[in-house]
């Protein structure tokens, strides 16, 4: 309210402006008589003179009109443009490679209104995103689930020897196992999807991420007999998320381990480059074949010839998701039959 | 949504006997706030497909569409205007002019178009770039990494539609090379950019959300993930 009254006010001043400026030039032009009726014998140099008097406030008048004008088109454009776009229509007059004012304003202004779709567009996508979640979950879930409810059937309906009884119970043990650990993945899972994870990001050593990440996977790589080398300055500092680095560094171990045959090797190289620092996990198991490097990143992927060992296909998933979350990103090489180098990187000055 | 769609197009140079079929038709959709990198051996029509994208240059036959206008109905001084305010351009030797700052060359794109620059734009593009420190310098100062850094910036600064790297890290060795393209995926992801690139790089390719590859001037369909 204020602000109008405001507006008003200052119109106001504008239109009593305009007598001013009338009675300014009339008393200027009555001087200039004056002056020349006492200074100019010749009476056509006086009225030439008076007529260019006369004339300047007259150009300036209809220089100014053509102004106004200008800018009332420019507003009545912009107000055109914004109704058209409130009613979802391509805008009339719109000529967006035109070296004009009005043609600027309208391609932003539709540059906006396109950002403002891309977010509707966007959590339509998330919708869809959410409903392929709750598919991939209750497909994942539904064969432990069976394979619990055919062994409890089991288990209740038949007379089974102690042995036997303690072998379905050990299976089931297992199933419930892996549903524990499916369910884990999947709580991860939906946090990256849905962006509900916070990263607490801290200027802090690679070297105990590194560390702790390998401590985790050190009771499998052992049993194994695979060893894993690190090579790592324990100067080396990158602003990222302990936690989370440390999760998708050992998911990638994990990966290494779980195909590196026994015997095998594991190596662990850190280099800082100017922008990121480079994480090498290189190991000596059965590689990749380069038509699956994409493939190997998708949510429960799992290679036709691995089917055979434990996982559900997330890891690697869940270990570009949290890379990616923190501005780094993660590439493959691989040569099949000899081994598999994970490379990732990090921001060195993330925030 | 798709930002660039191509259709059936066709780009030849030449006449008779002698005539180049760089591009031999291409039907291509490339999505919106995408990453899609462009790989293909040496002659097979990567640069001709980026200069056909960009307005460079006009399709013997077939449409290109960008942000829903058809190139081909635009006059030359519409395509110029076109380049200017919607694709941005980064290019193998960065083309920054050597007596202009580096905050100069990076708001040389809004100068040609009268246009005010969008200050806190300006400053998380040099914060994400680490050109913060080097805005008064001048491109010889800076090392080669930087120098296209400063040409991303520059290509980033117009808020285009479409930004197009024709092998961006092409001179560099391996560790700048992933610098630099790391650098400008993060930034195009940051700020909502569609960003095609195009290299013969498999690793630089493992960035992109999608890899198209060309041979002979035509998509080899299998290989498009």
């Known amino acids: 309210m204020k602000k109008l009254t405001n507006c008003s006010e200052q119109n106001c001043r504008y239109s009593r402006r305009g007598p001013d400026i009338l009675l300014f030039v009339i008393a200027f032009l009555l001087i200039l008589l004056c002056v020349l009726w006492d200074y100019i014998p010749p009476s056509w140099i006086r009225i030439v003179i008076l007529a260019c008097g006369g004339a300047v406030p007259g150009l300036v008048f209809l220089w100014r009109q053509r102004q106004r004008r200008q800018q009332s088109d420019l507003a009545n454009t912009v107000c055109e443009t914004i109704d058209a776009l409130m009613d979802d229509r391509e805008p009339e007059n719109y000529h967006p490679y035109e070296d004009s004012q009005v043609s600027k304003v309208q391609g932003k202004l539709l540059q906006y209104y396109d950002r403002m779709q891309e977010g509707r567009r966007q959590s339509e996508q998330d919708k869809q995103t959410i409903q392929e979640l709750v598919s991939d979950i209750s497909h994942q879930v539904k064969t432990p689930v069976a394979n619990i409810q055919m062994f409890t059937n089991i288990l209740q309906q038949h007379q089974l020897s102690e042995e036997k009884r303690a072998e379905f119970l050990a299976t089931m043990a297992a199933q419930i196992n892996k549903l524990d650990f499916l369910m884990q993945s999947l709580i991860k899972m939906s946090r990256l999807e849905t962006g509900t994870f916070t990263l607490h990001m801290e200027s802090q050593s690679l070297y105990h991420t590194i560390a702790q990440a390998v401590n985790s996977v050190w009771g499998k790589a052992d049993l194994k007999n695979i060893q894993i080398d690190v090579e790592c300055d324990s100067d080396t500092i990158v602003r990222h998320d302990i936690k989370w680095t440390a999760e998708a560094l050992e998911n990638i171990l994990d990966n290494a381990v779980k195909y590196t045959p026994e015997g095998g090797s594991i190596r662990v190289t850190v280099r800082p480059w100017q922008f990121y620092t480079r994480i090498d996990i290189a190991d000596t198991g059965i590689g990749i074949a380069a038509e699956h490097y994409n493939d190997i990143f998708k949510r429960f992927y799992r290679a036709q010839e691995v089917s055979a060992e434990e996982g559900v296909g997330l890891g690697l998933y869940l270990a570009r998701g949290i890379l990616t979350r923190q501005k780094g990103y993660i590439t493959v090489s691989s040569e099949p039959g000899t081994g598999t180098t994970f490379s990732v990187f990090m921001l060195n000055y993330s925030s | ?225």
């Not at chain 2, 920054?96 to 700052?101: F, H, K, N, R, S």
């Open chain 2, 1 to 225: 949504m798709d930002i660039v769609t191509i259709h059936n197009v066709k780009k030849y140079f030449g006449k008779g006997p002698r005539q180049v079929r760089a591009i031999d038709g291409v039907s291509l959709s490339i999505e919106k706030s995408r990453f899609t990198a462009i790989v293909g051996a040496s002659g097979s029509g990567k640069t001709t497909l980026l200069n056909l994208i960009g307005g460079l240059y006009e399709p013997t036959e077939g449409t290109v569409i960008v942000d829903g206008i058809n190139l081909s109905v635009l006059t030359e001084e519409q395509l110029t205007i076109f380049r200017r305010r919607k694709v941005g351009f980064v290019f193998q030797d960065y083309n920054l002019v050597p007596e202009l700052t580096i905050r100069e060359n990076i708001l040389f794109p809004l100068a040609l178009d009268d246009s005010c620059p969008d200050q806190m734009f300006f400053a998380q593009i040099v914060e994400a770039l680490g050109l913060k420190e080097q805005l008064e310098r001048f491109p010889y100062m800076l090392s080669g990494g930087g120098q296209q850094c400063t040409a991303i910036a520059r290509a980033l600064i117009t808020k285009p539609s479409v930004v197009l790297a024709d092998e961006p890290t092409g001179s560099f060795d391996a560790r700048t090379s992933q610098n630099v393209a790391g650098l400008l995926k993060m930034t195009a992801e940051t700020f909502h950019q569609t960003l095609i690139m195009i290299t013969h790089n498999q690793e630089l390719a493992q960035l992109a959300d999608r890899v198209v590859r060309l041979q002979d001037g035509r998509v080899v369909p299998s290989a498009t993930s």
